[in-house]
């Protein structure tokens, strides 16, 4: 059973950077086929795909991200996470991760296929 665990801060100040970590037990985040990703869901409103990295360590990110968020990993400890920078208010959401699996298509024109989800965690942005 594979399990994911977002940690990290529950508020952080405006213009600072923001660091989540996702623990995963239960698999491996190098196996082959599989992508890792950051989703979050603000106040109110839907989920927002953030970026994934998959499991040779390549990144991809959403668009109006991209600028500031990046991915990252650590192999052994079976963690990747997620900085964002310059967090403004409207960054406060619940943080998710996630799991994916590999369909072979291009990652941006694929169909999201998300089979584990971590509980979310959530962060606030506020001075």
């Known amino acids: 059973q594979v399990q994911l665990q977002e940690s990290g801060p529950g508020l952080v100040k405006p213009s600072q950077t923001l660091f989540l970590t996702c623990t995963v037990s239960?698999?491996?985040?190098?196996?082959?086929?599989?992508?890792w990703s950051w989703i979050r869901q603000p106040p109110g409103k839907g989920l927002e795909w953030l970026g994934a990295?998959?499991?040779?360590?390549?990144?991809y990110y959403s668009p109006t991200l991209e600028s500031r968020a990046s991915i990252s990993r650590d192999t052994s400890k079976s963690q990747f996470t997620l900085q964002l920078n310059s967090v403004t208010p409207e960054d406060t959401a619940v943080y998710i991760c996630?799991?994916?699996?590999?369909?072979?298509?291009?990652?941006?024109?694929?169909?999201?296929?998300?089979?584990?989800w971590g509980p979310g965690t959530q962060v606030t942005v506020s001075s």
């Open positions: 996630a799991r994916e699996k590999y369909t072979g298509r291009n990652y941006y024109t694929a169909t999201r296929n998300y089979d584990y």
């Open positions: 239960g698999g491996s985040i190098t196996r082959g086929d599989y992508y």
């Open positions: 990295m998959s499991w040779t360590g390549a990144t």
